[in-house]
């Protein structure tokens, strides 16, 4: 009958016939729509919510559950822990594969993706269903670019910042000399490894920041927003919004309410060649050369401040005061020197506050 437009497919509840028209598909098994509904709650009780479309339902031991008993079940951590066993092939599992068959084994449950499904991550494959954030009580389904990876589990991104998960990962950074691998490179391969995770890092793929090569996904601000919990800010930078100390990386907002600024300026150290110092060769074209005694990146004639023969971008030229951190012009600065060379520079209210015109 099917050939002619007649149905025949069995709803997987019900048992009667479910007609194309009225057939929903949920893990290659038809249901009628209005069979399609949760089954049970943790509490073991008919939840009975209609499901509306696939997408809003997560399956266990043969019976569905809505996206929120699934989670209050805890579904999601029981899933993990069963441990399938290998079926015995039937004989036609290659004739299967040159016809579109799958063959790939999910990460997770250990059952075969095939192509169609497949959800491709870090090199390994998934169904979408078990793609899923590995916390406790979360149970969030996650796509490749919202998902992070510790030590071999799956977090949402929300779950790796509240777990303080990139800070961990920071610490646990291998220390591997940026080299390329010769053999790789002559193919095109990359071989060079993130300065956070230690992994290669493609080509395609790299955030390059002060001759360091980075994934995209690590290169995230390490500031600590709560040092009970170990919780990192997180956020994703751009080479152009990311500032560094000490080879950690911060994003805009928390390298000011850090104090990281002051903190920088406080560990540059005064050399008898700390003027500013321009390379003759770029600035025939136009170019700069002078290096920001703070920052110790350059300055371009046009952003240019210069105070006591020493140059500075004017974002870094503050107060060095405790709590000041004002920003300082050349007219309202006072710096301190030693030697003849300028070891520090603070507004005119700290530079007396402090007792340095006496000094």
């Known amino acids: 009958m099917s050939a002619f437009g007649g149905g025949g497919t069995k709803c997987t509840i019900c048992n009667k016939t479910a007609y194309p028209a009225e057939t929903l598909s949920f893990e290659k098994k038809p249901y009628h729509f209005d ?10 009780e008919k939840c009975n919510k209609k499901i509306e479309n696939t997408s809003g339902a997560n399956a266990f031991e043969g019976k569905i559950y809505c996206k929120q008993c699934f989670a209050k079940g805890g579904f999601a951590q029981k899933q993990r822990r069963v441990v399938w066993t ?3 092939s039937s004989g036609n599992s290659e004739t299967a594969s040159k016809f579109g068959g799958g063959g790939s084994k999910c990460k997770i ?11 491709q991550y870090e090199k390994q494959v998934y169904h979408p269903e078990c793609f899923i954030c590995s916390k406790d009580g979360c149970g969030k389904k996650m796509t490749p670019s919202n998902a992070a990876n510790f030590e071999g589990k799956l977090f949402c991104k929300k ?9 961990k990962q920071a610490l646990q950074r291998k220390t591997t000399s940026s080299t390329t691998n010769a053999m790789a490179s002559k193919f095109g391969g990359g071989g060079m ?4 995770c230690a992994k290669t890092v493609y080509a395609a793929e790299a955030v390059s920041y002060e001759k360091k090569s980075f994934h995209a996904d690590c290169f995230t601000c390490v500031h600590i927003t709560d040092a009970e919990a170990g919780t990192a800010c997180g956020k994703k930078l751009t080479p152009s919004s990311a500032q560094t100390l000490e080879g950690n990386l911060y994003c805009g907002k928390c390298w000011d309410q850090g104090g990281y600024r002051r903190k920088q300026s406080q560990l540059k150290k005064p050399a008898a060649n700390a003027g500013a110092t321009t390379n003759k060769r770029f600035s025939r074209f136009g170019g700069g050369g002078s290096k920001c005694r703070v920052c110790e990146k350059t300055v371009y004639p046009a952003e240019l401040l210069s ?7 004017a974002a870094c030229f503050i107060c060095m005061g405790e709590t000041c951190e004002k920003k300082l012009t050349v007219s309202n600065a006072e710096g301190r020197k030693k030697d003849g060379v300028l070891e520090s520079w603070h507004c005119k209210q700290c530079f007396q506050s402090l007792g340095l015109n006496r000094a």
Do not use: I, M, P
Not at 109 to 119: I, S
């Open 159 to 167: 779950c790796f910042a509240d777990g303080g998960y990139t800070r």
């Open 193 to 196: 490894k993130c300065e956070v």
């Open 35 to 44: 069979c399609f509904r949760c089954q049970e709650d943790s509490s073991g």
């Open 109 to 119: 449950c250990n059952k075969t993706v095939y192509a169609a499904e497949a959800l």
């Open 307 to 313: 105070f006591e023969k020493n140059a500075f971008h």
């Open 86 to 88: 290998k079926k015995t």
